[in-house]
């Protein structure tokens, strides 16, 4: 992973997310990181509301560019001692539809957002537009949780449904931070009185295992209804420090995904959640 990509609204969410991607550089030997702001044009939500005044598209930009680079100031203390450079991007857009286009013309390996806590999300725009960007980025998205803090990644967890698996496991990203970290792999099932359970699913686990057996995975199988439980419970039993989640387009784990189970895993759980896609 050479360069990261922080989006930003300024708020304090934001600078943790910032705090905790500079340290995730240090430990994966990353070269940049690009603080992007999104700007946009009011809402006028008053319907007797007149525009007097032209939108000055080219004052909005310059306000985020000044923000950014004071941002940026605050930043750099951070990397004293390291090779690690910090650039800004203030582009005119929102991040969850434009984020593709953002990675693909600046090379993008990672994106570290923060998101609020439940019932707080009217504090910053990062708290929603985190789970968004996370749906439909192509590259892995790292949620940092409230009051999350960069603790070196040692142990990484796998959520898994051991479902359509040579299919569905976006194996280069989570080999690479497997790679990049040295980290212990935990592969973590959830399932309630074998619901999930098919004739396949053995050979699953076993192509699974046979696809990643050089970081000698470590299986866990919990028995639990509360998907978000389940995963909080196995990550603070072994001291995990990232959870991979893997949101499919079918099965079990979709269903999950959509009913926003993924959504509250990255509020409530205490770890950042590294969201790769197929």
């Known amino acids: 992973m050479k360069t990261i990509l922080v989006p930003t609204d300024f708020s304090e969410t934001a600078?943790?997310?910032?705090?905790?991607?500079?340290?995730?550089?240090?430990?994966?030997?990353?070269?940049?990181?690009?603080?992007?702001?999104?700007?946009?044009?009011?809402?006028?939500?008053?319907?007797?509301?007149?525009?007097?005044?032209?939108?000055?598209?080219?004052?909005?930009k310059r306000n985020s560019e000044v923000h950014l680079e004071r941002f940026k100031t605050v930043l750099l203390p951070f990397c004293a001692g390291t090779d690690i450079t910090i650039e800004t991007l203030s582009e005119y857009g929102m991040v969850s539809v434009d984020i593709n286009e953002i990675c693909g013309n600046n090379n993008i390996d990672v994106i570290v957002m923060g998101v609020t806590g439940a019932g707080k999300l009217t504090e910053t725009l990062i708290g929603s537009f985190a789970i968004d960007v996370a749906r439909h980025s192509q590259v892995p998205v790292i949620i940092v949780p409230p009051g999350a803090y960069y603790s070196e990644i040692k142990e990484i967890m796998l959520a898994c449904d051991f479902s359509k698996v040579v299919e569905s496991t976006p194996v280069t990203?989570?080999?690479?931070?497997?790679?990049?970290?040295?980290?212990?792999?935990?592969?973590?099932?959830?399932?309630?009185?074998?619901?999930?359970?098919?004739?396949?699913?053995?050979?699953?686990?076993?192509?699974?295992?046979?696809?990643l057996h050089q970081y000698n995975p470590e299986y866990i199988f919990l028995d639990n209804l509360d998907f978000v439980e389940a995963i909080n419970k196995a990550a603070l039993e072994k001291e995990v420090d990232l959870i991979i989640t893997i949101p499919k387009k079918m099965g079990w784990f979709d269903s999950l995904f959509h009913k926003s189970h993924t959504k509250q895993l990255a509020y409530h759980s205490h770890v950042p959640v590294m969201v790769v896609h197929e």
């Open 15 to 60: 600078k943790n997310a910032a705090v905790y991607a500079i340290s995730f550089a240090k430990q994966v030997k990353a070269a940049k990181i690009i603080l992007y702001n999104a700007f946009q044009t009011p809402v006028v939500t008053d319907p007797n509301m007149a525009l007097v005044d032209v939108i000055d598209i080219d004052e909005l």
């Open 173 to 211: 990203p989570i080999r690479q931070i497997l790679d990049e970290t040295g980290a212990k792999f935990f592969v973590v099932n959830i399932d309630h009185k074998n619901k999930h359970f098919t004739p396949d699913t053995p050979f699953e686990s076993l192509m699974l295992d046979t696809m």
